[in-house]
């Protein structure tokens, strides 16, 4: 095995995943390295006996002050994890994600899984439903789409052509209408209640389930620039915007990314422990530094021209890397803890729905439940709880509940992903379980079929997290070297915790950071032949012209081809 | 979907076969010998596609297996349990003249019998077997390539070995992982990418094993894991290339 790459890419993050199989495609030899034991890191998906383990060693690291500067970091990422119980057997049919995330069905990260081939390896399924929480036991619908709202029995008329006005202008070329003007960054709710005239109702509906929101003091622009999307992404497969990935999605796709690394001669090391990253000065004649990395149990360190690291190992690379720039500038990014519970139930979760949002003055009298949902459960569903709606919830900021099901593939009956942005940022960790149990019990009673005798079950597996997650910044250049003036060395920057957003950003960070190594390594060649790999002919000359090279394509008429 | 009854014969099963072993035994080398009936001395064959498709003819059904190689992933225990997921079969090969590469495939065999699926068809192939063939050199296949480029580490010992000699790198014997394969209910073979040996009926004996009718029941039905790869529909999944995705409006039967 070589032991020198153009490209050493530090964590198996969705972030890191793409771009490392996007730079083994381009030609560049990659080493992809994490400590886990499995891929995917924060995105990754476990069973429950990982979970399990995953949890343990967080909460117990604190305790270890020895532990590696990588499970350090993760530990103070999450805290207040709550004691799980031992988990059910048939662990491995369960495949929980520590990211739940919905993919629009156009946008970077389709084009990517697309482009890529990793389409191939998995499957998807589309969303089946959006439904706002609203009393025990009952959710309203979200009107989705301009069928939808036509549809709809249950809003007024006025009700009806304000709604769709609104629909009319998110689908449309919104930038620099007057509407807009001067309100870009105004609290996005009031924003559809003083322009558009909505009803409380209708405004919740749209902010908290359409766009996704976390707080009513989101800002406008961006939200309407969510919607915009996924308007038009509906209607590609189906009926939603929204597919979800089996096997619980982000952690299964990471995998299919780093296996489209291999397959293209990337070599993938996991479970094997840091120990040091130095940097070495330029060799002669060359500009650059190289960095070398020790692994645990390796004898020889692995180098590298270029390190992408995901920022929970950037310890190694403060401590070690450099023998001057001692400096640490401020971290780039701000911060935001979420509140995020796992719950696996045994039996699956019902929408028996009120009608959709009316106007404030049209009290939901004689709204009658629909028969279908009575019967058929839900399998790949959001529901949503705006600020305010559970008695025992959060006032201020609006939980999404993911639920995938059997039909995902995620678990023999369902998982449900809930996650609450909190406010604030107080110096003590707040208790998740008890943060999320109003959550929790509001989900399990839709587990009761509606009007039948049956009781409300309970999970058979729950875990509860507070996860401190950093944000993306708003500017432009996310992208910064850890150190000063480091062309070499970059961590990938935070991904967006909305839902419905997360993937997309991956996708685009990933494809900032490859150009990024492209422009770092371009004109000057690693690989003078005979020196590690044996690389095909004339391969470091080729120009680089798009992030992902067109695919083989499928001949799959006669027999005995291979593609 | 629309031709039933007629398509008896084109209406080919697909199956997700995957290898296993340690680095070198020969598992890239067998994929390519069935595939395009090639092989590379001292040199690591280039699969280099996210998996290889070859059809397998049987008297009364064609398969159509579709062949994951482990893309180099076994070296450092980095195979995903994506790999696994919704394979109806394993070659799980060893190296005949490397007696570890042996207890290598049965922890594989192991780790199948609780990552997989429970009704796996596994073949165990004992590889390498021209090794320790007294001088077959008449097979030819490759006695120009194999002169140049010094061996790396990961070769295998020089194969003009001749007759006794030959025998005596063979490091397993035939009886010993016979008798594990028939206790551990796996399909057994010897053979030799290099040659040729044994490689087209490890895959003709596994297709006769794989039970056709469970996949394509099972493929109708609720899309339960251990349908076949990629969904084609089955309870509301998608196809997301836009080519294979046709007839996008609605239809949610
Ligand atoms: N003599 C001999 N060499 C083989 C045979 N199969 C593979 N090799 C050689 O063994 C080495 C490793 O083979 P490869 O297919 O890359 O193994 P893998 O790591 O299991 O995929 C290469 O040098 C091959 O040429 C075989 O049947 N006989
Ligand atoms: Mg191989």
Redesign the pocket.
């Given at each position: 095995m070589a032991s020198h790459y153009d490209v050493i890419v530090i964590g198996t993050g969705l972030t890191e995943s793409i771009t490392a199989a996007a730079l083994s495609k381009a030609g560049f030899t990659v080493a992809h390295i994490d400590e886990n034991l499995y891929y995917g890191g924060d995105e990754a998906s476990l069973d429950l006996d990982d979970l399990d383990q995953w949890a343990k060693k967080r909460s117990a690291a604190s305790d270890k002050p020895l532990s590696s500067p990588y499970l350090q970091a993760q530990a103070e990422k999450f805290v207040s994890i709550s004691a799980v119980a031992s988990p059910p057997p048939h662990s491995r049919q369960y495949s929980v994600s520590l990211l739940p995330s919905l993919i629009p069905s156009t946008g970077p990260f389709i084009a990517s899984l697309i482009a890529s081939g990793v389409s191939r390896y998995g499957g998807y399924k589309l969303l089946e439903r959006v439904a706002i929480y609203h009393s025990a036991g009952l959710v309203k619908n979200v009107p989705g789409s301009k069928e939808d709202v036509f549809k709809s029995k249950d809003l007024s008329l006025v009700e009806k052509r304000r709604l769709m006005r609104f629909l009319l202008f998110a689908a449309g070329d919104f930038a620099g209408s007057k509407e807009l003007q001067g309100h870009e960054d105004a609290p996005f709710i009031d924003f559809l209640r003083t322009t558009f005239s909505l009803s409380m109702d209708v405004a919740t509906a749209i902010t908290y389930a359409l766009a996704f929101c976390s707080a009513a003091s989101d800002p406008t622009l961006p939200a309407l620039t969510r919607i915009h999307h996924y308007l038009r992404s509906s209607g590609r497969y189906g009926n939603s915007p929204f597919l979800v990935g089996h096997y619980g999605g982000a952690g299964e796709i990471v995998q299919g990314f780093c296996r489209v690394s291999a397959v293209v001669g990337g070599v993938c090391i996991l479970a094997r422990n840091i120990l040091s990253i130095k940097q070495s000065p330029p060799p002669e004649g060359h500009p650059q530094p190289t960095y070398v990395v020790e692994l645990e149990g390796f004898d020889e360190p692995l180098t590298s021209r270029l390190i992408i690291s995901a920022p929970d190992y950037t310890p190694f690379l403060s401590n070690g890397t450099s023998q001057d720039n001692t400096h640490s500038s401020p971290p780039p990014f701000s911060s935001r803890r979420v509140a995020r519970g796992v719950i696996v139930i045994d039996h699956p979760i019902y929408f028996p729905f009120l009608a959709p949002p009316s106007s404030d003055s049209d009290p939901i009298v004689g709204a009658s439940v629909s028969t279908e949902s009575m019967i058929t459960p839900v399998d790949t569903a959001v529901l949503v709880f705006p600020p305010s709606f559970l008695p025992d919830g959060s006032s201020t900021t609006a939980a999404h509940a993911f639920i995938t099901g059997a039909g995902s593939m995620s678990a023999p009956v369902g998982i449900v992903n809930i996650s609450l942005p909190l406010d604030g940022a107080g110096s003590s960790p707040p208790d998740a379980k008890a943060i999320l149990t109003p959550y929790v019990n509001a989900t399990m009673a839709l587990t009761k079929r509606p009007s039948s005798g049956d009781v409300v079950s309970d999970p058979i597996f729950t875990l509860f997290y507070i996860q401190n997650q950093l944000l993306p910044s708003n500017s432009e250049n996310e992208v910064t070297p850890p150190l000063p003036d480091l062309e070499t060395c970059f961590t990938t920057p935070p991904i967006s915790p909305t839902l419905s957003e997360c993937a997309d950003s991956a996708a685009m960070n990933a494809e900032k950071l490859f150009w990024k190594a492209v422009n770092a390594l371009k004109g000057h060649p690693t690989h003078t032949p005979g020196q590690g790999e044996e690389i095909p002919e004339g391969q470091d000359l080729v120009e680089i012209e798009s992030f992902w090279p067109p695919l083989e394509t499928i001949v799959d008429d006669e027999g005995d081809e291979s593609w | 979907m629309a031709d039933s009854a007629s398509g008896a014969t084109d209406k080919s099963v697909q199956v997700k076969l995957v290898l296993l072993?340690e680095?070198?035994?020969?598992?890239?080398?067998i994929v390519l010998r069935f595939v395009s009936n090639e092989f590379?001395?001292?040199?690591?064959?280039t699969i280099g596609a996210a998996f290889l498709t070859q059809k397998c003819r049987l008297e009364d059904r064609v398969l159509r297996y579709e062949i994951w190689d482990t893309a180099g992933q076994e070296r450092f225990h980095s195979l995903a349990p994506m790999y696994y997921r919704n394979a109806q079969a394993a070659v799980v090969?060893y190296d005949v003249t490397k007696a570890a590469s042996l207890e290598k495939a049965k922890s594989w065999v192991k780790e199948l019998q609780r990552q997989a699926n429970p009704n796996i068809v596994i073949a165990l192939a004992g590889?390498?077997v021209?090794?320790v063939q007294p001088s077959a050199s008449t097979s030819g296949t490759t006695s120009s390539e194999s002169e140049d480029e010094a061996d790396d580490a990961?070769?295998?010992p020089e194969?003009t070995a001749g007759g006794e000699q030959a025998e005596s790198l063979r490091q397993v014997p035939r009886d010993e992982a016979e008798a594990y394969a028939k206790e551990a209910g796996l399909l057994f073979f010897e053979t030799?990418?290099?040659t040729g040996e044994g490689i087209v009926e490890i895959f003709t004996e596994i297709a006769k094993k794989i039970p056709i009718e469970h996949i394509l029941a099972s493929t109708r039905g609720a899309g339960r894991p251990g349908a076949g790869g990629r969904p084609g529909a089955p309870d509301g999944g998608v196809t997301l290339d836009e080519n294979a995705a046709k007839g996008k409006d609605a239809c949610n039967c």
């Open positions: - | 072993g680095a070198a035994v020969g598992k890239s080398s590379q001395a001292n040199k690591e064959p090969v590889n390498k021209d090794l990961t070769a295998t194969e030799s990418a290099k």
